[in-house]
């Protein structure tokens, strides 16, 4: 349709007039109908109000060409992105690279995945770390030599596959040790254990003096016996580290990667409630008191502790041990307060309760080669916890190896309850850790975790959890949580509060291992291993398996 020259003209002319004039030729202004001679006036469409039925079909075909949408993340600048990008999930980031080719770019970039992984980690895992003496933290080299983009993928849907419990492959196992036929069968975590891909486990011969350790990456079985073929009782592997205890009473160390290297210790007693390994260290913990040796010196030291201790976590390099105490402030108990009464006879006017505070203490060797306090400071964590929860599992020696190479009492926490579906009240669990920057980290737990018997830290901010319902057992559970951390005040602590990911039930207890490359579930009469990084084992080694002998490969399956 062709416009005729004179609208063409107008047309030319409106395009020119400034923004008051253009709104004034499509808005008229006229009196109100109650008074002509009002000085207020009403505003009503001018042009929009005259057009016609189909000219308004036509207005809004050509209203929907121009969206009113604005891309607010592809014009921010590149700092802004990333802090934005940070708290995004990190699957998302690869997800919503559909949506553009402006978002394909910004979310693609290295400084946007890096910031997004260091909020979920709290580290940069394309840095090689390196031990920084005297503190638990390290410093930091770039390794630029990987694909970042396939890396990042990679990374990606194998934090995805933790966070829901989604394996990329699953091969089951005969369970490579004998336990009791017991209906209230619960798997012995003593007696087998996992790190980086090794699965170590007493061999089930009649003395059951060797310790056997697989290398689910490889298939490799290796066999680790002592001097005097010594029957073992507890086993524990960490990195390249076999420690375990026998009968005898010594503590027996081995090197995985190197057979020759072996060392032995004797030990206080049989009772050790744990055995910490962390780097070259060995922690071996008893009720009251501390064993600790090192690859290095081969000599065993002991450190009393007390009762009030609650979580231990010894230096992967150094010879420190930072632990975090339950102290009573002498300041604020003064006891019971009496008076003496019109008989003269004392009488009870208040009985103040005692309050505790959480103190951090790292430990050193001096030049004597003797303990001492280093340094000590307060871990000003502002909720309320229970004391009496800790001191009684510090006496009962009940902890748990929370986290690789760390062991912690579990609390409850005060004053602060959950409500279940038929309005019982739960108290809150809560356990303490302390973080490779030295910072105390307080943990607590739904309710639906409540019950947890075992714990195991694949990465930073997930924990599998072995639940067993009591009075039930029939119905067993493990659970997946994730966590969020928040900054306590002037960065004194961190606190990690997590939520529910998952409940499975499963058929009978279960105890858990393993890290980002594995998870093991170790049942009464098979082991089921998780593979969770696509590239921790090749297609031909699970074939090799099938007839490497016990424990004897039952299915794969790919999920």
């Known amino acids: 349709m062709e416009i005729d020259p004179e609208d063409e003209a107008f047309l030319r002319r409106f395009e020119?007039?400034?923004?008051?004039?253009?709104?004034?030729?499509?808005?008229?202004?006229?009196?109100?109908?109650?008074?002509?001679?009002a000085k207020t006036t009403y505003s009503y469409r001018g042009l929009l109000e005259r057009l016609r039925l189909d000219e308004w079909r036509e207005v809004k075909a050509h209203a929907e060409v121009h969206t009113l949408q604005c891309d607010i993340l592809g014009k921010l600048p590149p700092e802004i992105t990333s802090l934005v990008a940070r708290h995004l999930p990190l699957i998302d980031i690869i997800r919503l690279r559909r949506v553009s080719r402006r978002w394909q770019s910004i979310l693609s970039s290295q400084s946007?995945?890096?910031?997004?992984?260091?909020?979920?980690?709290?580290?940069?895992?394309?840095?090689?770390s390196i031990p920084i003496p005297n503190t638990q933290g390290s410093a930091s080299t770039t390794d630029s030599s990987h694909d970042f983009d396939a890396s990042f993928a990679s990374f990606v849907k194998r934090r995805y596959r933790l966070e829901r419990g989604k394996p990329h492959k699953v091969f089951t196992m005969r369970s490579p040790v004998a336990f009791e036929d017991d209906d209230r069968f619960i798997p012995d975590s003593k007696v087998i254990s996992y790190s980086n891909g090794i699965c170590t486990w007493i061999g089930q011969d009649e003395d059951k003096s060797s310790v056997i350790a697989l290398n689910l990456s490889t298939g490799e079985k290796k066999r680790f016996t002592t001097p005097n073929r010594e029957g073992l009782l507890y086993l524990q592997i960490s990195g390249s580290t076999i420690a375990a205890l026998s009968l005898r009473g010594y503590c027996h160390v081995w090197n995985y990667d190197d057979i020759s290297q072996f060392s032995s210790f004797r030990v206080p007693s049989l009772r050790c409630n744990l055995i910490l390994i962390n780097g070259k260290h060995i922690v071996l913990e008893y009720r009251n008191y501390l064993v600790h040796w090192s690859w290095d010196t081969r000599i065993a030291r002991t450190i009393a502790t007390g009762d009030s201790v609650i979580t231990?976590?010894?230096?992967?390099?150094?010879?420190?041990?930072?632990?975090?105490?339950?102290?009573?402030?002498?300041?604020?108990?003064?006891?019971?307060?009496?008076?003496?009464?019109?008989?003269?006879?004392?009488?009870?006017?208040?009985?103040?309760?005692?309050?505790?505070?959480?103190?951090?203490?790292?430990?050193?060797?001096?030049?004597?080669?003797?303990?001492?306090?280093?340094?000590?400071?307060?871990?000003?964590?502002?909720?309320d916890f229970s004391p009496m929860s800790w001191q009684w599992g510090a006496w009962q020696g009940r902890r748990k190896e929370i986290q690789p190479g760390q062991s912690s009492i579990f609390g409850q926490m005060e004053n602060t309850y959950e409500e279940d579906e038929e309005g019982q009240m739960h108290t809150i669990p809560v356990y303490l850790s302390v973080e490779p920057n030295g910072l105390a980290a307080m943990h607590t737990f739904p309710r639906e975790l409540d019950n947890g018997t075992q714990f195991v830290y694949p990465e930073e901010g997930i924990i599998y959890i072995s639940i067993v319902s009591e009075g039930d057992w029939e119905y067993q559970r493990y659970g997946i949580a994730k966590s969020t951390d928040v900054t306590g005040p002037s960065d004194t602590y961190v606190s990690l509060d997590y939520s529910v990911q998952r409940v499975q039930g499963v058929k009978e207890p279960l105890r858990i291992f393993g890290d980002t490359k594995f998870l093991v579930f170790l049942g009464k009469n098979t082991m089921d291993i998780w593979v969770m990084d696509e590239n921790a084992m090749d297609e031909k080694v699970m074939e090799e398996m099938r007839t490497a002998g016990l424990p004897k490969l039952v299915t794969v399956e790919t999920v």
């Open 16 to 37: 020119t007039l400034p923004k008051s004039r253009r709104q004034a030729m499509y808005i008229v202004t006229l009196p109100p109908k109650e008074s002509i001679c």
């Open 112 to 128: 946007v995945c890096r910031a997004a992984v260091r909020k979920t980690l709290g580290r940069d895992p394309w840095v090689n």
């Open 312 to 383: 231990v976590a010894p230096h992967p390099s150094e010879d420190q041990i930072t632990m975090i105490h339950c102290c009573l402030d002498e300041e604020r108990h003064s006891g019971p307060e009496r008076t003496l009464g019109e008989d003269g006879d004392e009488v009870l006017t208040s009985n103040k309760m005692p309050t505790h505070h959480l103190q951090t203490i790292k430990y050193t060797l001096n030049d004597e080669n003797e303990w001492y306090a280093s340094s000590s400071h307060p871990a000003s964590i502002s909720m």
